[in-house]
């Protein structure tokens, strides 16, 4: 299952389940974003060729992260760009989410392990905002 989170017509998120599954290759995002997120579900013995990378000059200008949940559960809160949340959802073993827009936190609902993939280079404090998260008694799983 993929599930867009979208407010304003904008793309929060995006949400790869772990029961997900489909023949050769797909992306889920659009070719403007920085972060690209595909699958792939090739059969034995298909061969991806060898290949290099060219040196394209690129201009990010918005961090956008994908995690892979490792192992555990984990609630990601949504919100805009005004810093208002908006929603929320469960993630869990072998789930992956790209954070494309918007703000987001976390609340860890049982141990867990995630690995993140985001642009670099980190530029420290320069490269986020924090702020209040949502009260528990305020949050609204879809």
């Known amino acids: 299952m993929i599930e867009h989170i979208t407010y304003n017509n904008k793309i929060l998120a995006i949400i790869i389940k772990s029961n997900y599954q489909k023949d050769g290759i797909s992306f889920f995002t659009p070719d403007e974003f920085s972060q ?5 579900n090739r059969p034995i013995d298909y ?3 060898p290949h290099v ?3 394209v000059e690129r201009k990010v200008e ?3 992260e994908v995690l892979y949940v490792k192992s555990g ?4 809160d949504f919100y805009d ?11 869990s073993t072998g789930d992956v989410i790209l954070l494309a827009h918007g703000g987001h936190g976390f609340k860890m609902l049982e ?3 995630m690995i993140e993939v985001k642009q670099g280079p980190f530029c420290g404090e320069m490269d986020k905002v924090r702020f209040d998260s949502v009260s ?7």
């Open 62 to 64: 918005l961090t956008q």
């Open 81 to 91: 760009d005004d810093k208002e949340y908006r929603e929320s959802r469960i993630i």
């Open 47 to 49: 061969i991806i060729p």
């Open 111 to 113: 141990q867990s392990e």
């Open 53 to 55: 990378h060219n040196v």
């Open 136 to 142: 528990d008694e305020n949050v609204l799983i879809k």
């Open 36 to 40: 690209q997120l595909g699958y792939m």
């Open 73 to 76: 559960k984990v609630r990601v």
